[in-house]
């Protein structure tokens, strides 16, 4: 069946500007997540959808970044006022309650 | 706070040998994760690992979990070019993943 998907595949823009990054989860998964890989940090958690539920933002790393999912499925994850330390590959993954998650492609994202 | 350690972290290797890398994590884990990722691609599920004393194996691949110690092994027997990646470890207390730092294994002929 078909995996996660994200979209776009790489996006590049100017510090300053506001970023949407999408991801569309394997169907019928209810937990959803966004991660982010960089080489100087490695991969780190920054939100967490299960459901209904509000979802856990501890790992977002300022305010400038938010996401919302919208009807339990799709999810956008958008980064305001971007700045260069925001360049990284956000990676979306989701996965049954407490099973393996699975992952997309993940989104590169690089701010000049 | 989880935390979660390999080593090594670069791992260069002949065709044919045998290898481990190791993944310690500080506090309890509910289950233990290996990933594998090549370049430029996302991470791929190989194994998860329940309970003490588990193991799994697939092909060339084989992965341990001792809870007492808080150590997980992925164990490469006879490799090949094709297993040339980065392999990651993951532990989770509730949901989200903590990634150790990853090991890239380049095996050459």
């Known amino acids: 069946g078909a995996g996660v998907s994200q979209s776009p595949s790489n996006k590049v823009t100017e510090k300053g500007k506001d970023v949407e990054l999408r991801c569309d989860p394997i169907s019928g998964h209810t937990a959803l997540y966004w991660y982010r890989q960089s080489l100087g940090q490695g991969l780190e958690f920054l939100i967490y959808?299960?459901?209904?539920?509000?979802?856990?933002k501890s790992g977002l790393p300022s305010d400038r970044f938010s996401a919302e999912r919208t009807g339990g499925s799709v999810s956008t994850l958008t980064i305001q006022r971007t700045q260069q330390e925001d360049s990284a590959v956000y990676l979306c993954?989701?996965?049954?309650?407490?099973?393996?998650?699975?992952f997309g492609p993940g989104t590169r994202l690089t701010v000049l | 706070e989880l935390k979660v350690e390999q080593n090594p972290l670069f791992l260069s290797m002949q065709e044919g040998k045998n290898y481990t890398i190791y993944c310690n994590y500080s506090t309890t884990s509910d289950r233990l994760y290996w990933y594998r990722q090549d370049p430029g691609k996302s991470l791929e599920s190989l194994f998860v690992l329940l309970s003490n004393g588990a193991v799994k194996q697939e092909g060339r691949l084989m992965a341990s979990l001792d809870t007492k110690a808080r150590l997980s092994t992925l164990h490469i027997t006879a490799a090949v070019h094709d297993l040339s990646a980065t392999y990651f470890c993951a532990g989770t207390g509730s949901y989200q993943l903590t990634f150790g730092k990853g090991t890239k294994l380049s095996v050459i002929p």
């Open positions: 959808f299960q459901g209904n539920s509000a979802p856990d």
């Open positions: 993954a989701s996965s049954f309650v407490g099973d393996t998650q699975y």
